[in-house]
Protein backbone atom coordinates (compact mmCIF):
# COMPACT_ATOMS: atom_id res chain seq x y z
CA UNK A 1 0.00 0.00 0.00
CA UNK A 2 1.06 3.60 -1.25
CA UNK A 3 2.16 5.66 1.82
CA UNK A 4 -0.74 8.69 2.18
CA UNK A 5 0.90 12.07 2.61
CA UNK A 6 -1.55 15.16 3.36
CA UNK A 7 -1.62 18.83 2.67
CA UNK A 8 -0.01 21.33 4.74
CA UNK A 9 -2.27 24.00 5.57
CA UNK A 10 -1.97 27.05 6.61
CA UNK A 11 -5.64 27.58 6.77
CA UNK A 12 -8.71 25.85 7.60
CA UNK A 13 -11.29 27.51 5.85
CA UNK A 14 -14.84 26.13 5.47
CA UNK A 15 -15.33 24.82 2.17
CA UNK A 16 -18.26 24.61 -0.09
CA UNK A 17 -20.67 26.91 1.32
CA UNK A 18 -22.94 29.24 -0.43
CA UNK A 19 -23.73 27.18 -2.95
CA UNK A 20 -26.45 24.69 -1.38
CA UNK A 21 -24.17 21.69 -2.78
CA UNK A 22 -23.20 18.81 -0.66
CA UNK A 23 -19.01 19.45 -0.42
CA UNK A 24 -16.89 16.48 1.09
CA UNK A 25 -13.39 16.19 2.11
CA UNK A 26 -10.97 15.05 -0.40
CA UNK A 27 -9.24 11.10 -0.69
CA UNK A 28 -5.70 13.28 -1.24
CA UNK A 29 -3.65 11.38 -3.50
CA UNK A 30 -1.01 8.88 -2.51
CA UNK A 31 2.60 8.68 -3.27
CA UNK A 32 3.64 6.85 -6.24
CA UNK A 33 5.82 3.57 -6.49
CA UNK A 34 7.51 2.55 -9.66
CA UNK A 35 4.60 -0.12 -10.67
CA UNK A 36 4.74 -2.60 -13.88
CA UNK A 37 1.89 -2.02 -15.21
CA UNK A 38 0.59 -4.15 -18.15
CA UNK A 39 -1.69 -1.51 -20.22
CA UNK A 40 -4.15 -3.39 -22.45
CA UNK A 41 -2.59 -1.86 -26.11
CA UNK A 42 -5.26 -3.78 -28.17
CA UNK A 43 -7.59 -0.75 -26.73
CA UNK A 44 -5.92 1.91 -27.26
CA UNK A 45 -6.28 4.50 -30.67
CA UNK A 46 -10.13 2.86 -31.54
CA UNK A 47 -12.32 4.70 -33.97
CA UNK A 48 -15.95 3.12 -35.01
CA UNK A 49 -18.64 4.09 -36.15
CA UNK A 50 -22.55 3.33 -35.48
CA UNK A 51 -22.43 -0.27 -37.16
CA UNK A 52 -23.67 -3.21 -34.88
CA UNK A 53 -25.79 -3.74 -31.93
CA UNK A 54 -22.79 -5.11 -30.15
CA UNK A 55 -20.38 -3.67 -28.93
CA UNK A 56 -17.18 -3.25 -31.18
CA UNK A 57 -14.13 -2.02 -31.86
CA UNK A 58 -12.14 -0.56 -34.74
CA UNK A 59 -8.98 -0.45 -33.85
CA UNK A 60 -6.04 1.84 -35.99
CA UNK A 61 -2.32 0.98 -35.27
CA UNK A 62 -1.25 -1.16 -32.23
CA UNK A 63 -1.90 2.12 -29.84
CA UNK A 64 -1.41 5.61 -29.49
CA UNK A 65 -0.51 8.45 -26.77
CA UNK A 66 -3.42 10.38 -27.50
CA UNK A 67 -5.93 8.21 -26.97
CA UNK A 68 -8.33 5.17 -27.66
CA UNK A 69 -10.52 6.61 -30.54
CA UNK A 70 -13.62 4.38 -30.69
CA UNK A 71 -17.22 3.76 -30.19
CA UNK A 72 -18.89 1.37 -27.89
CA UNK A 73 -21.69 1.15 -30.24
CA UNK A 74 -24.08 -0.82 -28.36
CA UNK A 75 -24.22 2.48 -26.11
CA UNK A 76 -25.41 4.93 -27.67
CA UNK A 77 -28.93 4.41 -28.49
CA UNK A 78 -31.06 5.26 -26.38
CA UNK A 79 -29.45 5.76 -22.38
CA UNK A 80 -27.75 9.25 -22.99
CA UNK A 81 -31.03 10.98 -22.81
CA UNK A 82 -33.49 12.58 -20.38
CA UNK A 83 -36.27 13.24 -21.79
CA UNK A 84 -35.46 15.34 -25.32
CA UNK A 85 -32.27 16.88 -23.12
CA UNK A 86 -28.96 15.65 -24.75
CA UNK A 87 -26.66 15.02 -21.90
CA UNK A 88 -23.36 14.78 -24.15
CA UNK A 89 -24.17 18.34 -25.04
CA UNK A 90 -22.37 20.75 -23.76
CA UNK A 91 -24.72 22.80 -22.74
CA UNK A 92 -25.54 19.95 -20.34
CA UNK A 93 -22.62 19.01 -19.26
CA UNK A 94 -21.93 22.42 -18.02
CA UNK A 95 -24.76 22.34 -16.40
CA UNK A 96 -23.78 19.03 -14.78
CA UNK A 97 -21.20 20.76 -13.15
CA UNK A 98 -22.14 24.01 -12.19
CA UNK A 99 -20.58 26.55 -14.96
CA UNK A 100 -23.93 28.67 -15.56
CA UNK A 101 -24.06 29.55 -11.99
CA UNK A 102 -20.60 30.99 -11.95
CA UNK A 103 -21.25 32.88 -15.64
CA UNK A 104 -24.33 34.25 -14.28
CA UNK A 105 -21.51 36.05 -11.85
CA UNK A 106 -19.72 37.60 -14.86
CA UNK A 107 -17.13 35.00 -14.59
CA UNK A 108 -16.06 32.95 -18.10
CA UNK A 109 -12.41 32.56 -17.68
CA UNK A 110 -11.99 35.98 -19.48
CA UNK A 111 -7.84 36.93 -19.62
CA UNK A 112 -6.92 33.50 -18.42
CA UNK A 113 -4.98 31.91 -21.16
CA UNK A 114 -4.96 27.81 -21.44
CA UNK A 115 -2.01 25.95 -23.28
CA UNK A 116 -3.06 23.35 -24.95
CA UNK A 117 -0.63 20.76 -25.78
CA UNK A 118 -2.42 18.75 -28.52
CA UNK A 119 -3.03 18.25 -32.31
CA UNK A 120 -3.58 21.77 -33.20
CA UNK A 121 -6.75 23.66 -33.51
CA UNK A 122 -9.05 24.51 -36.86
CA UNK A 123 -10.61 27.88 -37.35
CA UNK A 124 -14.05 26.89 -36.99
CA UNK A 125 -17.33 28.66 -35.81
CA UNK A 126 -16.84 28.81 -32.02
CA UNK A 127 -13.00 29.28 -31.86
CA UNK A 128 -12.68 32.05 -34.91
CA UNK A 129 -13.43 35.13 -32.09
CA UNK A 130 -10.41 37.86 -31.92
CA UNK A 131 -7.73 36.27 -29.74
CA UNK A 132 -9.17 33.17 -29.10
CA UNK A 133 -6.80 30.75 -30.53
CA UNK A 134 -2.99 31.93 -30.20
CA UNK A 135 -0.63 29.38 -31.81
CA UNK A 136 2.63 28.09 -30.26
CA UNK A 137 5.59 26.65 -32.25
CA UNK A 138 3.88 23.80 -34.20
CA UNK A 139 6.11 21.34 -33.20
CA UNK A 140 4.32 18.09 -35.08
CA UNK A 141 5.93 16.70 -37.65
CA UNK A 142 3.88 18.88 -40.02
CA UNK A 143 5.18 21.75 -39.40
CA UNK A 144 7.32 21.85 -42.33
CA UNK A 145 4.64 21.91 -44.35
CA UNK A 146 3.36 25.36 -44.08
CA UNK A 147 -0.30 24.26 -45.36
CA UNK A 148 -0.57 22.35 -42.51
CA UNK A 149 1.67 24.11 -40.00
CA UNK A 150 -0.52 25.38 -36.62
CA UNK A 151 -4.29 22.94 -38.35
CA UNK A 152 -5.79 19.49 -36.32
CA UNK A 153 -5.28 17.09 -39.08
CA UNK A 154 -5.63 14.57 -36.11
CA UNK A 155 -9.46 16.07 -34.98
CA UNK A 156 -8.54 15.70 -30.74
CA UNK A 157 -7.28 19.02 -30.42
CA UNK A 158 -10.42 20.99 -31.64
CA UNK A 159 -12.65 19.06 -29.81
CA UNK A 160 -10.86 19.98 -26.41
CA UNK A 161 -10.74 23.09 -28.07
CA UNK A 162 -14.14 23.34 -28.22
CA UNK A 163 -14.69 22.18 -24.34
CA UNK A 164 -12.46 24.20 -22.83
CA UNK A 165 -13.13 28.05 -24.46
CA UNK A 166 -15.20 27.56 -27.48
CA UNK A 167 -17.88 30.77 -27.84
CA UNK A 168 -20.42 31.18 -30.48
CA UNK A 169 -20.58 35.17 -31.72
CA UNK A 170 -22.14 36.99 -28.72
CA UNK A 171 -23.16 33.83 -26.78
CA UNK A 172 -21.15 35.63 -23.56
CA UNK A 173 -21.09 32.66 -22.00
CA UNK A 174 -25.26 32.28 -22.00
CA UNK A 175 -27.18 29.07 -22.20
CA UNK A 176 -30.19 30.42 -23.46
CA UNK A 177 -29.59 29.70 -26.84
CA UNK A 178 -29.55 25.81 -27.79
CA UNK A 179 -28.26 26.40 -30.90
CA UNK A 180 -25.14 28.58 -29.58
CA UNK A 181 -22.18 26.49 -28.78
CA UNK A 182 -20.66 27.63 -25.16
CA UNK A 183 -17.86 25.89 -23.60
CA UNK A 184 -16.71 25.99 -20.21
CA UNK A 185 -14.76 29.10 -19.94
CA UNK A 186 -16.28 30.89 -22.98
CA UNK A 187 -14.37 33.57 -22.12
CA UNK A 188 -10.72 32.56 -21.80
CA UNK A 189 -7.96 32.44 -24.70
CA UNK A 190 -6.31 28.97 -25.77
CA UNK A 191 -2.71 29.14 -26.80
CA UNK A 192 -2.33 26.12 -29.01
CA UNK A 193 0.36 24.08 -29.38
CA UNK A 194 0.47 21.16 -32.33
CA UNK A 195 2.33 18.16 -31.17
CA UNK A 196 0.26 15.16 -32.98
CA UNK A 197 -0.08 15.00 -36.84
CA UNK A 198 -2.53 13.08 -38.93
CA UNK A 199 -1.89 10.05 -37.68
CA UNK A 200 -1.35 10.92 -33.99
CA UNK A 201 2.49 10.56 -34.55
CA UNK A 202 4.26 12.34 -31.66
CA UNK A 203 7.68 11.22 -29.77
CA UNK A 204 7.51 12.02 -25.88
CA UNK A 205 10.52 14.22 -26.54
CA UNK A 206 8.09 16.71 -28.14
CA UNK A 207 5.74 16.60 -25.47
CA UNK A 208 8.91 17.85 -23.32
CA UNK A 209 9.79 20.35 -25.50
CA UNK A 210 6.38 21.94 -25.51
CA UNK A 211 5.51 22.10 -21.82
CA UNK A 212 8.56 23.83 -21.56
CA UNK A 213 8.16 26.48 -23.91
CA UNK A 214 4.95 26.88 -22.31
CA UNK A 215 6.66 27.74 -19.00
CA UNK A 216 9.22 30.17 -20.32
CA UNK A 217 6.28 31.71 -22.45
CA UNK A 218 3.92 31.62 -19.75
CA UNK A 219 4.15 35.44 -19.31
CA UNK A 220 4.75 36.51 -22.57
CA UNK A 221 1.97 40.18 -23.83
CA UNK A 222 -1.23 38.29 -23.74
CA UNK A 223 -0.85 34.83 -23.00
CA UNK A 224 -0.92 34.88 -19.31
CA UNK A 225 -1.15 30.99 -19.47
CA UNK A 226 -2.67 29.70 -16.06
CA UNK A 227 -3.94 26.48 -17.20
CA UNK A 228 -2.34 23.41 -19.01
CA UNK A 229 -4.34 20.99 -20.64
CA UNK A 230 -2.79 17.32 -21.37
CA UNK A 231 -4.88 14.95 -22.59
CA UNK A 232 -2.03 12.57 -23.07
CA UNK A 233 -0.05 9.36 -21.86
CA UNK A 234 2.51 7.12 -22.09
CA UNK A 235 2.09 3.34 -20.15
CA UNK A 236 5.56 4.35 -18.83
CA UNK A 237 6.14 2.99 -15.33
CA UNK A 238 9.23 4.65 -14.05
CA UNK A 239 8.90 6.33 -11.20
CA UNK A 240 7.86 9.82 -10.96
CA UNK A 241 10.84 10.70 -8.78
CA UNK A 242 12.43 10.21 -11.75
CA UNK A 243 10.82 10.54 -14.88
CA UNK A 244 11.41 13.26 -16.92
CA UNK A 245 7.93 14.25 -18.14
CA UNK A 246 6.99 14.24 -15.04
CA UNK A 247 9.34 16.97 -14.04
CA UNK A 248 8.97 18.78 -16.81
CA UNK A 249 5.20 19.28 -15.39
CA UNK A 250 6.38 19.30 -12.25
CA UNK A 251 8.16 22.74 -13.25
CA UNK A 252 5.36 23.99 -15.07
CA UNK A 253 3.40 24.04 -11.45
CA UNK A 254 6.01 25.52 -9.57
CA UNK A 255 6.03 28.45 -11.79
CA UNK A 256 2.02 28.90 -11.27
CA UNK A 257 0.87 26.73 -13.93
CA UNK A 258 -2.35 24.09 -12.84
CA UNK A 259 -1.29 21.21 -15.50
CA UNK A 260 -4.90 19.17 -15.45
CA UNK A 261 -3.53 15.30 -17.14
CA UNK A 262 -5.91 13.06 -18.53
CA UNK A 263 -6.43 9.34 -15.89
CA UNK A 264 -6.05 7.16 -19.10
CA UNK A 265 -8.56 5.02 -20.69
CA UNK A 266 -7.43 1.71 -19.72
CA UNK A 267 -10.37 0.43 -17.11
CA UNK A 268 -10.61 -0.71 -13.65
CA UNK A 269 -7.56 -2.75 -13.34
CA UNK A 270 -5.00 -0.16 -14.90
CA UNK A 271 -2.62 2.05 -13.44
CA UNK A 272 -2.79 5.75 -14.08
CA UNK A 273 -0.74 7.05 -17.27
CA UNK A 274 2.17 9.13 -17.43
CA UNK A 275 2.46 11.79 -16.80
CA UNK A 276 -1.28 11.89 -14.41
CA UNK A 277 0.75 8.88 -12.28
CA UNK A 278 2.65 12.37 -10.77
CA UNK A 279 0.94 13.07 -7.53
CA UNK A 280 1.24 17.40 -7.74
CA UNK A 281 -0.96 17.10 -11.19
CA UNK A 282 -4.44 17.26 -11.24
CA UNK A 283 -5.05 13.91 -12.81
CA UNK A 284 -8.50 13.62 -13.86
CA UNK A 285 -10.98 10.15 -14.78
CA UNK A 286 -14.03 9.70 -16.51
CA UNK A 287 -17.70 9.87 -15.27
CA UNK A 288 -20.57 8.41 -16.57
CA UNK A 289 -23.47 10.47 -16.05
CA UNK A 290 -25.86 7.90 -17.19
CA UNK A 291 -28.78 10.12 -19.26
CA UNK A 292 -29.57 12.14 -16.36
CA UNK A 293 -28.54 15.27 -14.56
CA UNK A 294 -28.70 13.98 -11.07
CA UNK A 295 -25.70 12.77 -9.52
CA UNK A 296 -26.96 9.77 -7.33
CA UNK A 297 -26.77 7.40 -10.81
CA UNK A 298 -23.40 8.63 -11.77
CA UNK A 299 -20.43 6.28 -11.79
CA UNK A 300 -16.68 5.57 -13.01
CA UNK A 301 -16.99 5.83 -17.22
CA UNK A 302 -15.89 1.97 -17.89
CA UNK A 303 -12.89 2.96 -19.66
CA UNK A 304 -11.69 5.18 -17.15
CA UNK A 305 -8.19 3.89 -15.54
CA UNK A 306 -8.87 3.87 -11.81
CA UNK A 307 -5.34 3.63 -10.90
CA UNK A 308 -3.25 1.66 -7.93
CA UNK A 309 -2.77 1.80 -4.37
CA UNK A 310 -0.49 4.72 -4.82
CA UNK A 311 -2.17 7.01 -7.13
CA UNK A 312 -5.49 7.58 -8.54
CA UNK A 313 -7.46 10.06 -10.14
CA UNK A 314 -7.76 12.73 -8.42
CA UNK A 315 -11.47 13.73 -9.32
CA UNK A 316 -13.64 12.98 -12.43
CA UNK A 317 -15.85 15.03 -14.81
CA UNK A 318 -18.08 14.14 -17.73
CA UNK A 319 -16.40 11.80 -20.58
CA UNK A 320 -18.88 9.63 -22.37
CA UNK A 321 -20.19 10.82 -25.61
CA UNK A 322 -19.47 14.42 -25.05
CA UNK A 323 -20.51 16.95 -28.74
CA UNK A 324 -17.89 19.18 -29.04
CA UNK A 325 -16.36 20.71 -32.26
CA UNK A 326 -15.68 19.09 -35.57
CA UNK A 327 -12.20 19.42 -36.87
CA UNK A 328 -13.80 19.33 -40.54
CA UNK A 329 -11.72 17.16 -43.04
CA UNK A 330 -9.63 15.85 -40.35
CA UNK A 331 -8.48 12.53 -39.96
CA UNK A 332 -10.95 11.14 -37.67
CA UNK A 333 -13.65 13.31 -39.30
CA UNK A 334 -13.25 11.55 -42.44
CA UNK A 335 -12.88 7.93 -41.34
CA UNK A 336 -16.03 8.66 -38.67
CA UNK A 337 -18.50 10.32 -40.40
CA UNK A 338 -21.31 8.58 -37.99
CA UNK A 339 -19.66 10.63 -35.23
CA UNK A 340 -20.51 13.89 -36.50
CA UNK A 341 -23.84 15.81 -34.86
CA UNK A 342 -25.45 18.11 -37.53
CA UNK A 343 -22.64 20.38 -39.13
CA UNK A 344 -20.50 21.38 -36.79
CA UNK A 345 -20.02 19.07 -34.07
CA UNK A 346 -18.52 14.90 -32.98
CA UNK A 347 -19.15 13.27 -30.08
CA UNK A 348 -16.27 11.83 -28.46
CA UNK A 349 -15.81 10.12 -25.24
CA UNK A 350 -12.75 9.66 -23.00
CA UNK A 351 -10.80 11.19 -20.08
CA UNK A 352 -9.25 13.52 -22.85
CA UNK A 353 -12.76 15.17 -22.77
CA UNK A 354 -12.84 14.83 -18.73
CA UNK A 355 -9.67 17.08 -19.05
CA UNK A 356 -10.45 19.38 -21.13
CA UNK A 357 -13.99 20.18 -18.71
CA UNK A 358 -12.08 20.11 -15.61
CA UNK A 359 -9.41 22.44 -17.42
CA UNK A 360 -12.11 25.15 -18.18
CA UNK A 361 -13.43 25.18 -14.93
CA UNK A 362 -9.60 26.08 -13.79
CA UNK A 363 -9.73 28.97 -15.38
CA UNK A 364 -12.97 29.82 -14.57
CA UNK A 365 -11.64 30.03 -10.59
CA UNK A 366 -8.74 31.28 -12.07
CA UNK A 367 -10.42 34.34 -13.39
CA UNK A 368 -12.43 35.37 -10.17
CA UNK A 369 -9.09 34.78 -8.06
CA UNK A 370 -5.77 35.11 -9.89
CA UNK A 371 -3.69 34.83 -6.58
CA UNK A 372 -4.57 30.89 -6.75
CA UNK A 373 -1.69 28.85 -6.27
CA UNK A 374 -1.97 25.69 -8.51
CA UNK A 375 -1.63 23.72 -5.09
CA UNK A 376 -4.84 25.99 -3.81
CA UNK A 377 -6.86 25.76 -7.14
CA UNK A 378 -6.39 22.01 -6.59
CA UNK A 379 -7.22 21.44 -3.03
CA UNK A 380 -10.34 23.43 -3.71
CA UNK A 381 -11.57 21.42 -6.63
CA UNK A 382 -10.66 18.24 -4.08
CA UNK A 383 -12.57 19.55 -1.40
CA UNK A 384 -15.85 20.90 -3.25
CA UNK A 385 -16.35 17.99 -5.24
CA UNK A 386 -19.42 16.13 -5.01
CA UNK A 387 -19.58 12.14 -3.69
CA UNK A 388 -20.83 9.91 -5.89
CA UNK A 389 -23.46 7.26 -3.75
CA UNK A 390 -23.59 5.23 -6.80
CA UNK A 391 -19.51 4.81 -8.13
CA UNK A 392 -16.79 2.88 -7.10
CA UNK A 393 -14.58 4.37 -4.32
CA UNK A 394 -11.52 3.31 -5.19
CA UNK A 395 -10.61 5.36 -8.81
CA UNK A 396 -13.15 8.69 -8.21
CA UNK A 397 -11.23 10.19 -6.04
CA UNK A 398 -12.83 12.99 -5.05
CA UNK A 399 -16.15 12.75 -6.57
CA UNK A 400 -17.59 14.73 -9.90
CA UNK A 401 -16.68 18.16 -10.16
CA UNK A 402 -18.22 20.92 -8.91
CA UNK A 403 -17.24 24.57 -10.10
CA UNK A 404 -19.91 26.28 -8.26
CA UNK A 405 -19.22 24.82 -5.50
CA UNK A 406 -15.28 25.73 -6.26
CA UNK A 407 -16.43 29.56 -7.25
CA UNK A 408 -18.36 29.70 -3.80
CA UNK A 409 -15.16 28.85 -2.19
CA UNK A 410 -12.87 31.40 -3.82
CA UNK A 411 -15.32 34.05 -4.40
CA UNK A 412 -13.93 37.44 -3.38
CA UNK A 413 -11.33 35.85 -0.94
CA UNK A 414 -7.42 35.78 -1.72
CA UNK A 415 -5.73 32.91 -0.90
CA UNK A 416 -8.34 31.19 1.63
CA UNK A 417 -6.35 28.22 0.55
CA UNK A 418 -2.95 28.39 2.31
CA UNK A 419 -2.12 24.41 1.23
CA UNK A 420 0.57 22.91 -0.66
CA UNK A 421 1.41 19.65 -1.76
CA UNK A 422 4.31 17.65 -0.07
CA UNK A 423 4.99 15.12 -2.44
CA UNK A 424 9.25 14.50 -2.81
CA UNK A 425 9.82 16.54 -6.10
CA UNK A 426 10.90 14.67 -9.34
CA UNK A 427 14.80 15.03 -10.68
CA UNK A 428 13.85 14.31 -14.38
CA UNK A 429 17.06 12.62 -14.12
CA UNK A 430 15.81 9.02 -15.19
CA UNK A 431 15.02 7.54 -18.64
CA UNK A 432 13.79 8.94 -21.65
CA UNK A 433 12.91 5.83 -22.99
CA UNK A 434 11.27 4.60 -19.91
CA UNK A 435 9.14 7.38 -20.00
CA UNK A 436 7.94 6.56 -23.39
CA UNK A 437 6.91 2.60 -21.96
CA UNK A 438 5.53 0.83 -24.86
CA UNK A 439 4.76 3.83 -27.60
CA UNK A 440 7.25 4.93 -30.03
CA UNK A 441 7.26 6.71 -33.55
CA UNK A 442 8.67 5.23 -36.02
CA UNK A 443 10.43 6.03 -39.46
CA UNK A 444 10.02 3.40 -42.40
CA UNK A 445 10.06 0.96 -40.15
CA UNK A 446 12.93 2.15 -37.42
CA UNK A 447 11.95 3.06 -34.61
CA UNK A 448 12.42 5.74 -32.00
CA UNK A 449 14.16 4.13 -29.03
CA UNK A 450 16.57 4.64 -26.51
CA UNK A 451 18.24 7.85 -24.39
CA UNK A 452 17.78 9.93 -27.78
CA UNK A 453 15.48 12.84 -28.31
CA UNK A 454 13.01 13.14 -31.75
CA UNK A 455 16.06 14.19 -33.82
CA UNK A 456 18.05 11.24 -32.60
CA UNK A 457 20.62 13.43 -30.33
CA UNK A 458 21.22 11.86 -27.10
CA UNK A 459 19.43 12.49 -24.43
CA UNK A 460 21.23 14.85 -21.49
CA UNK A 461 18.78 14.33 -18.70
CA UNK A 462 21.17 16.26 -16.10
CA UNK A 463 21.13 19.39 -18.75
CA UNK A 464 18.00 19.26 -20.15
CA UNK A 465 16.51 19.46 -16.51
CA UNK A 466 18.52 22.09 -14.93
CA UNK A 467 17.77 23.94 -18.03
CA UNK A 468 14.04 23.50 -17.80
CA UNK A 469 13.96 24.50 -14.08
CA UNK A 470 16.00 27.56 -14.81
CA UNK A 471 13.59 28.36 -17.91
CA UNK A 472 16.24 28.37 -20.22
CA UNK A 473 15.54 24.73 -21.88
CA UNK A 474 14.66 27.18 -24.86
CA UNK A 475 16.88 30.07 -26.26
CA UNK A 476 14.60 31.75 -29.43
CA UNK A 477 13.74 29.32 -31.33
CA UNK A 478 16.31 26.47 -30.12
CA UNK A 479 15.27 23.57 -27.70
CA UNK A 480 17.95 20.73 -26.36
CA UNK A 481 20.23 22.12 -28.66
CA UNK A 482 17.89 21.77 -31.88
CA UNK A 483 16.22 24.71 -34.08
CA UNK A 484 13.13 23.22 -34.01
CA UNK A 485 11.14 26.43 -34.44
CA UNK A 486 11.33 30.53 -35.29
CA UNK A 487 12.23 32.90 -32.56
CA UNK A 488 9.44 35.73 -32.29
CA UNK A 489 5.70 36.00 -32.73
CA UNK A 490 4.58 36.18 -36.34
CA UNK A 491 1.03 37.62 -36.00
CA UNK A 492 -0.93 35.43 -33.65
CA UNK A 493 1.43 32.52 -34.44
CA UNK A 494 4.67 31.34 -33.06
CA UNK A 495 6.97 31.40 -36.12
CA UNK A 496 7.84 28.59 -38.04
CA UNK A 497 11.34 26.89 -38.80
CA UNK A 498 12.53 24.70 -41.55
CA UNK A 499 14.15 21.48 -39.77
CA UNK A 500 16.97 20.64 -40.72
CA UNK A 501 15.17 17.09 -42.07
CA UNK A 502 17.59 15.21 -39.64
CA UNK A 503 15.86 12.02 -38.05
CA UNK A 504 16.79 9.04 -36.06
CA UNK A 505 17.15 7.10 -39.58
CA UNK A 506 19.04 9.89 -41.29
CA UNK A 507 16.39 10.39 -43.58
CA UNK A 508 13.47 13.31 -43.73
CA UNK A 509 10.24 12.97 -42.53
CA UNK A 510 7.69 11.01 -45.06
CA UNK A 511 4.47 8.71 -44.12
CA UNK A 512 5.58 8.89 -40.49
CA UNK A 513 3.43 5.77 -38.80
CA UNK A 514 2.55 5.33 -35.09
CA UNK A 515 3.07 2.57 -32.88
CA UNK A 516 1.85 4.20 -29.45
CA UNK A 517 -0.77 5.28 -27.10
CA UNK A 518 -1.05 8.09 -25.67
CA UNK A 519 -3.77 10.80 -26.67
CA UNK A 520 -6.31 9.87 -24.27
CA UNK A 521 -9.55 10.37 -25.93
CA UNK A 522 -11.51 7.24 -25.87
CA UNK A 523 -14.65 6.97 -28.56
CA UNK A 524 -16.47 8.60 -31.03
CA UNK A 525 -20.12 8.25 -31.69
CA UNK A 526 -22.71 9.35 -33.13
CA UNK A 527 -26.29 9.87 -31.68
CA UNK A 528 -26.82 10.20 -27.48
Known amino acids: MGQQRTWESSSSATVGQGSGRRATAAAVSTRLTARTAALALATLLLLAG ?3 SAKAYDRVGDDGSWGDWGVEQAEIDGDLTEGTRDMGSMREVARVVGAPDVWRHGVTGKGVGVALIDSGVLPVEGLTGQGKVINGPDLSFE ?28 AGGSDADDNRFVGMAPGAHLVSLKLASADGATDVSQVIAAVDWVVEHRNDPGLNIRV ?10 QSYLSDPLSHAIEVAW ?6 VVSAGNNGADAALNNPALDPYALAVGGADLHGTRWTDDDTIAEFSSRGDGSRQPDLLAPSRSIASLRATGSYIDDRYPDARVGDRLMRGSGTSQAAAVVSGAVALLLEEQPSLTPDQ ?14 AAAFGSGAGLLDVDAAYDTVEGRPRTRGSRQTWAISTGLGSLELA ?17 DVFGRAWDAATWARNAEAETAWVGGWWNGLEL ?12 KTWAGKTWAGDHWVGK ?16
Open 228 to 237: LNLSYGTDGT
Open 436 to 452: RGTQHVSDDGVELTGER
Open 513 to 528: TWAGNTWTGKTWASSP
Open 377 to 390: VKRVLIDDARRLPS
Open 143 to 170: SQADELRYLDTFGHGTHMAGIIAGHDGT
Open 50 to 52: LQT
Open 254 to 259: RHGIVV
Open 485 to 496: SGSDWSGSSWAG
